[in-house]
């Protein structure tokens, strides 16, 4: 323990606790959740890095989807269909733990449905040809009925997804840390975690916590820790000064979901681009790649023919967290001691159902 510290820090502060959660993202702070509401005796502490969580989980775009047409061939191709079939089922489940959990008033969720835009006259021709098995197979899968539709949006081919929306995912976050505060959880700011053992974690400030049990869901930051098949991520995303008049409302995207952006009032928030520089981005160093940056102000000014004069306002990057299979991985890394990472850009769909699953294996 560190010295420093006083008798009543100890004493009320730093007593070694039931459970652990090392990050403060999606997945985190709804294992802490559900675990608290499930043991509303035990003491749980989370443990975050940053000010505000810090990775992913409040510098994404704020999509509630289940994939693109395009995204779900070229993982058939990669994985088999059932592999995407049960991909796609844990997305849906996953978003309606997150709506039923936190009221869709918490989140601002808007059910805009998506679009997929297609400027490649064979891929579209492909994509469109799988419709009908597609709104097949997730009417069996998911009980809903032609999710996908061809159309077009100001011009551009496009693939609507009738089930996709958009929240506010920095009030999600928010409104879920002033959740578990409320059960008594408790969050320590600014605590970077540089070891861990059995019933001990290590701060890189020198200090010492202990507990009964440990969950590890720091996500594309997870190797720092443990040996883990999870590589990290870098996504680039901004958001413009007000547009007037401007067209593009909803959610988007474009190339398998390597490109996708939204409207924030007259504002329009596009991201992504790393498919451009995919090793430069697999890193969990923060920062802006050159390369992406200007492909997607490329991009806004090319395909989405933005007006004249438009600014950036603020721009930013997220950390995620890849496996070859886009499956997330969950496991005990040693006794008392579980990992839940390797989200693949789905932390939004999926965060809340890997924390729930952790807290069931626990």
């Given at each position: 323990?560190?010295?420093?510290?006083?008798?009543?820090?100890?004493e009320?502060?730093?007593?070694?606790?039931?459970?652990?959660?090392?990050?403060?993202?999606?997945?985190g702070t709804?294992?802490?959740?559900?675990?608290?509401?499930k043991?509303?005796e035990?003491?749980?502490?989370?443990?975050?890095?940053?000010?505000?969580?810090?990775?992913?989980?409040?510098?994404?775009?704020?999509f509630?989807?289940?994939?693109?047409?395009?995204?779900?061939?070229?993982?058939?191709?990669?994985?088999s269909l059932?592999t995407?079939?049960?991909?796609?089922?844990?997305?849906w489940?996953?978003?309606?733990?997150?709506?039923?959990?936190?009221?869709?008033?918490?989140?601002?969720?808007?059910?805009?449905?998506?679009?997929?835009?297609?400027?490649d006259?064979?891929l579209?021709?492909?994509?469109?040809?799988?419709?009908?098995?597609?709104?097949?197979?997730?009417?069996?899968?998911?009980?809903?009925?032609n999710?996908?539709?061809?159309?077009?949006?100001?011009?551009?081919?496009?693939?609507?997804?009738r089930?996709?929306?958009?929240i506010?995912?920095?009030?999600?976050?928010?409104?879920?840390?002033?959740?578990?505060?409320?059960?008594?959880?408790?969050?320590?700011?600014?605590?970077e975690?540089?070891?861990?053992?059995?019933?001990?974690?290590?701060?890189?400030?020198?200090?010492?916590?202990?507990?009964?049990?440990?969950?590890?869901?720091?996500?594309?930051?997870?190797?720092?820790?443990?040996?883990?098949?999870?590589?990290?991520?870098?996504?680039?995303?901004?958001?413009?000064?007000?547009?007037?008049g401007?067209?593009?409302?909803?959610?988007?995207?474009?190339n398998?979901?390597?490109?996708?952006?939204?409207?924030?009032?007259?504002?329009?928030?596009?991201?992504?681009?790393?498919?451009?520089?995919?090793?430069e981005?697999?890193?969990?160093?923060?920062?802006?790649?050159?390369?992406?940056r200007?492909y997607?102000?490329?991009?806004?000014?090319?395909q989405?023919?933005?007006?004249?004069?438009?600014?950036i306002?603020?721009?930013?990057?997220?950390?995620?967290?890849?496996t070859?299979?886009?499956?997330?991985?969950?496991t005990?890394?040693?006794p008392?001691?579980?990992?839940?990472a390797?989200l693949?850009g789905?932390?939004?769909?999926?965060?809340m159902?890997?924390?729930?699953?952790v807290?069931e294996?626990?």
């Open positions: 323990m560190n010295k420093s510290i006083s008798y009543w820090e100890r009320e502060w730093l007593q070694p606790a039931d459970l652990i959660v090392v990050g403060g993202g999606i997945v709804s294992v802490a959740l559900f675990y608290k509401e043991h509303p035990k003491d749980v502490i989370i443990l975050e890095r940053g000010v505000t969580p810090l990775g992913a989980s409040t510098r994404n775009a704020g509630s989807c289940i994939g693109s047409i395009s995204e779900h061939l070229a993982d058939i191709k990669l994985t059932e995407v079939k049960t991909r796609i089922h844990r997305r489940s996953g978003l309606q733990l997150l709506k039923s959990t936190m009221g869709e008033e918490a989140l601002e969720y808007q059910s805009t449905g998506g679009y997929e835009l297609f400027f006259e064979d579209y021709d492909r994509s469109i040809g799988e419709i009908e098995f597609l709104n097949a197979s997730l009417l069996d899968l998911l009980g809903e009925e999710v996908y539709e061809e159309t077009d949006y100001e011009g551009v081919p496009a693939v609507f997804n089930l996709d929306g958009a506010n995912s920095g009030k999600l976050m928010r409104i879920l840390h002033q959740r578990v505060a409320g059960l008594g959880v408790r969050t320590l700011w600014n605590s975690v540089d070891a861990f053992q059995s019933n001990r974690v290590e701060l890189k400030n020198g200090m010492e916590l202990q507990a009964e049990k440990i969950v590890l869901a720091v996500n594309g930051f997870v190797s720092k820790l443990c040996d883990l098949d999870v590589k990290p991520a870098r996504g680039l995303v901004f958001i413009t000064q007000p547009i007037p401007l067209k593009w409302r909803g959610t988007f995207n474009f398998e979901g390597y490109v996708y952006f939204r409207n924030v009032g007259d504002r329009l928030l596009l991201g992504g681009g790393r498919n451009v520089a995919k090793e981005e697999t890193t969990d160093q923060f920062g802006s790649n050159p390369k992406i200007e997607l102000i490329r991009f806004a000014n090319e989405l023919k933005l007006p004249e004069r438009w600014e306002e603020l721009e930013w990057s997220g950390i995620m967290g890849m070859a299979d886009k499956e997330p991985v969950i005990e890394v040693e008392n001691v579980w990992a839940a390797g693949s789905m932390g939004i769909a999926i965060g159902q890997v924390a729930k699953e807290v294996r626990l």
